[in-house]
């Protein structure tokens, strides 16, 4: 999701969800790992939803609600930015 939320250095807060609650940010099993998708309505009359990421290398889906909700795990509440690197170095270690 950069530059939204950078890599290894910012966090998303998740509530599980197995439905679509609303334009966001969800997490979804797309494979080996979860992945962070910005999805809403595709208004295509058939009740497909857009799911894209917010660097634009990535291509946009178009997905039916059966399709998101197989895959759906996490819906994010809340984003948390990492002001100052270095405590969290500290903290790792």
Same mark, same amino acid.
């Given at each position: 999701?950069? $530059?939204?939320?950078?890599? /290894? !250095?910012?966090? *998303?807060?998740?509530? $599980?969800?197995?439905?679509?609650? %609303?334009? /966001?940010?969800?997490? @979804?099993?797309? /494979? $080996?790992?979860?992945?962070? =998708? !910005?999805?809403?309505? *595709?208004? &295509? %009359?058939? %009740? %497909?939803?857009?799911? =894209?990421? &917010?660097n634009k290398r990535y291509?946009?889906?178009?997905?039916?609600?059966?399709? =998101?909700?197989?895959?759906?795990? *996490?819906?994010?509440?809340?984003?948390?930015?990492?002001?100052?690197?270095? =405590? @969290?170095?500290? *903290?790792?270690?």
């Open positions: 999701m950069e $530059p939204t939320l950078r890599g /290894g !250095r910012d966090y *998303a807060l998740l509530a $599980p969800v197995s439905t679509y609650v %609303g334009e /966001g940010v969800y997490a @979804l099993d797309v /494979g $080996p790992v979860l992945d962070l =998708f !910005r999805v809403m309505s *595709a208004l &295509d %009359g058939k %009740g %497909g939803l857009l799911l =894209f990421r &917010d291509e946009n889906y178009t997905v039916s609600r059966e399709q =998101f909700e197989a895959a759906v795990v *996490a819906y994010m509440v809340a984003e948390i930015k990492v002001k100052d690197e270095r =405590f @969290l170095r500290e *903290a790792r270690q």
